[in-house]
C-alpha cells in the first residue's frame, strides 16, 4: 500500500509539473539589444514586434494597404507590427524568463525554434510546390549567461517558413482557418520538403507551425536564457524576424499511462 500511494505520487508530481510546463509562457520575454544595422527595413525597427507568438493572419496594418491574410509556407508576414528588420552589422538579443531546457523528451531533440518571415518560392501559381525557399540567412547565437554564446547551425529566416493554421487550403493565405498550428511543435528536421504542394507541406510538418529547431544539447548546453541572432557586416542581407519559442517536451507514455493506472485503482476503491 505504501508503495503504491508512492507511486500515485510520483505520477502525480510529475502530471502536475508537465501541466505547469505546459501553461507557461513558451515566447522570449524581453528585448535585451536591438542593433538595426545597415539596409534594415526602416518600416520593421521595433524590437518588441519579435516577442510573443509568431504571426497567424498578416496584413491587418500592412505597408501596402490593408488585406489580412492568414500566414503559409509560401505567403510570409508582412505587416509593420509583425516582425523586426536586421540589416548588415546588426543584431537582436532577446531573453527568456524561464529558461530554455535540452528537454529529452522534446521532438527529434529540438529545443529551441526561431521564426522569421522566409517563404517557399514556386513557379506555379494555380497549384503551386516548392521550387526552393527564399531566405535571408541570419546567425543564431545562444547563451545561458548573457556572456558566453554558441553559435548554432542553421539560418535565422530559413526552414522552416510559418504555418499558422493546419487546416489552410488557399497557399497564399486566405482567411483564418479552425485548426491552430503549434508554434511549440518543431517540423521533424527530416522532412523533404522539395517540390510539395501546400497539402503535402501540412501532412510534412505535422501539427507544426514551422521554425528553425535548435538542438541546445548539441551545443553542450544544459538550458539557454539568451538568443543573438545577427548579420555580418558588410552583408548584403536583411533578416526579419518574427518570434522565439520554447519547444514543449511530449509526456513520457509511462507517466500517463501509470497515472491512470493509479486513478483507476483510487476509484474502484472508492
Request: charged share 15%; aromatic share 10%.
Amino acid at each position: 500500500m505504501v508503495r503504491f500511494l508512492s507511486l500515485v505520487g510520483a505520477a502525480a508530481a510529475m502530471a502536475v509539473t508537465c501541466a505547469a510546463v505546459a501553461g507557461s509562457n513558451p515566447w522570449a520575454d524581453s528585448v535585451v539589444s536591438y542593433v538595426q544595422g545597415a539596409n534594415a527595413d526602416s518600416d520593421h525597427n521595433v524590437a518588441a514586434n519579435a516577442l510573443g507568438s509568431p504571426e497567424r493572419i498578416t496584413g491587418e496594418d500592412s505597408p501596402f494597404g490593408s488585406f489580412p491574410g492568414s500566414v503559409t509556407p509560401f505567403a510570409a508576414a508582412f505587416g509593420f507590427d509583425e516582425f523586426v528588420s536586421i540589416g548588415a552589422g546588426g543584431s537582436l538579443t532577446v531573453s527568456f524568463a524561464q529558461p530554455v531546457i535540452n528537454d529529452p523528451l522534446n521532438p527529434f531533440g529540438v529545443d529551441l525554434l526561431v521564426f522569421g518571415n522566409s517563404f517557399f518560392t514556386t513557379s506555379d501559381f494555380v497549384t503551386p510546390r516548392t521550387t526552393g525557399i527564399s531566405s535571408d540567412g541570419g546567425i543564431v547565437e545562444v547563451s545561458a549567461d548573457g556572456v558566453s554564446w554558441f553559435v548554432a547551425p542553421g539560418a535565422a529566416d530559413g526552414l522552416f517558413p510559418t504555418l499558422g493554421f493546419s487546416d489552410e487550403t488557399n497557399p497564399f493565405g486566405g482567411a483564418a482557418g479552425n485548426v491552430l498550428s503549434d508554434f511549440t511543435k518543431p517540423v521533424d528536421p527530416s522532412f523533404a520538403w522539395q517540390n510539395k504542394t501546400l497539402s503535402e507541406l501540412i501532412t510534412g510538418y505535422n501539427g507544426s507551425g514551422g521554425g528553425l529547431g535548435i538542438d541546445i544539447g548539441a551545443l553542450g548546453l544544459s538550458q539557454i536564457s539568451f538568443v543573438r541572432v545577427s548579420v555580418p557586416s558588410g552583408s548584403f542581407a536583411n533578416i526579419e524576424i518574427d518570434a522565439f519559442s520554447d519547444v514543449t517536451a511530449i509526456p513520457a507514455p509511462g507517466v500517463a499511462g501509470l497515472l491512470l493506472a493509479s486513478m483507476t485503482v483510487l476509484r474502484r476503491r472508492r
